[in-house]
């Protein structure tokens, strides 16, 4: 039985929270390969106990591992920054994450903010440059404090590093069936990313069979939320794909919602949920943990296990489209527990019953009526507050699930 070894850093805040509940999906769903976890204590707490920061050593000690599963890093306590480079940065520099990928996948319309977008309209990935840009820290400061202050930052970019995840994206586009592939920067401002749109052509010219598309940063800002269906695969600069993938993931259900790896092909790679490390809620149990969930998932596709991987995201969906997740905030109601279990739940149910298919437009006809009915019961929950009432809307979110989450794999 193949075995993997899995780096964990919980890190900060609510990283331990939300990466016990990807590891407690883990155990339940794990078949036909083992994992052994090796624990690391890296965060903003650790250093301010011990002032410990990454040694060399352990950088050394993850290039040998076959992933790297990390929460989040970041201490109130703590000068902004110093940890994370350390243990963020220590890792895609370090083991040379130049890839950035972060799916923004739709999977019930009423989580996402923008009026009539369904599904089927939202589903891309934003490919991020990972080890250059601002990123990189070259600059500082001169007269610091005073009248005269100066700050500068360098953008760094390197026609290798540049072509390298150009091509990546390519070949990431051509795999999908839409094939299509738009490359993003500001070269009409920052004229230095003129190597950018030089390389995509370029590269573009070996896959003619890929559509080719090129937005300025601020363009594509506002096709996101007007016409995010004309997007399929996005690449793009550090900074920028920073940026674009947080507006990605509100349109998909909000920063809880949204996971990302961090990839060499073929080597160690590092897989976490964008959001940080919330201290404002850290210790309330109300954190999401779906994006750790579903890094999880993306972590196990990477290593080959994409069954596996599948099983896991067609629970999550699963959980949204039937409604048993309202919302994706701290306000949904269930605790970071809670949202754990329900997705171990349904893995589980979705591996003994039979699928439909979603498709039936008899079955999205009849669940249209459900849903209006749950909503008149609610309705009459708010006046009467009787429990019978809450007994009827179960069954009729268990009629729901009944049609529109047992189907095929979404």
Known sequence: MKTYNIGV?????????????????????????????????????????????????????????????????????????????????????GLDLYVNLRPVKLFAEHLCPLKDKTPKDVDFVVIRENTEDAYVGLGGFF???TPDEIAVAEMVFTRKGTERVVRYAFELARSRSRKKLTMVDKANAIR????????????????????????????????????????????TANLFGDIITDLGAMLQGGMGFAASGNIHPGKTSMFEPIHGSAPDI??????????????????????????????????????????????????????????????SRQIAL???LPMIPLRDETNTAHIAQLQSAIAAQESLRLTLGDPVIEAVIAALKEKILALRVQQQPI
């Open 350 to 352: 979705g591996d003994q």
């Open 9 to 93: 850093i919980a890190g900060d805040g609510i990283g331990p929270e939300v990466i016990n509940e990807g590891l407690k999906v883990l155990r339940t769903i794990k078949d036909g390969f083992d994992v052994n976890l090796v624990e690391y204590p890296y965060s903003g707490a650790y250093y301010l106990k011990t002032k410990e920061l990454v040694p060399d050593r352990v950088i050394d000690e993850w290039r040998i591992l076959d992933a790297v599963y990390l929460g989040a890093i970041g201490h109130p306590g703590v000068e902004p920054g110093l940890v994370e480079r350390s243990v963020i940065m220590g890792l895609r520099l």
């Open 282 to 343: 850290a210790g309330q149990g109300i954190a999401n943990p779906l994006g750790a969930i579903l890094s999880l998932s993306m972590m196990l596709d990477y290593l080959g296990e994409k069954k596996t991987a599948a099983r896991i995201e067609n629970a999550i969906a699963s959980l949204t489209i039937s409604n048993h997740l309202l919302s994706l905030n701290g306000k949904s109601g269930m605790t970071t527990t809670q949202i754990g279990d329900a997705v």
């Open 192 to 235: 230095p990313q003129d190597l950018w749109t030089r390389v995509f052509a370029e590269v573009g010219k070996e896959y003619p069979d890929v559509e080719q598309n090129h937005l300025y940063v601020d363009a594509c800002c506002m096709a996101m939320v007007k016409n995010p269906e004309a997007f399929d695969v996005i690449v």
């Open 143 to 145: 007269k610091k404090g």
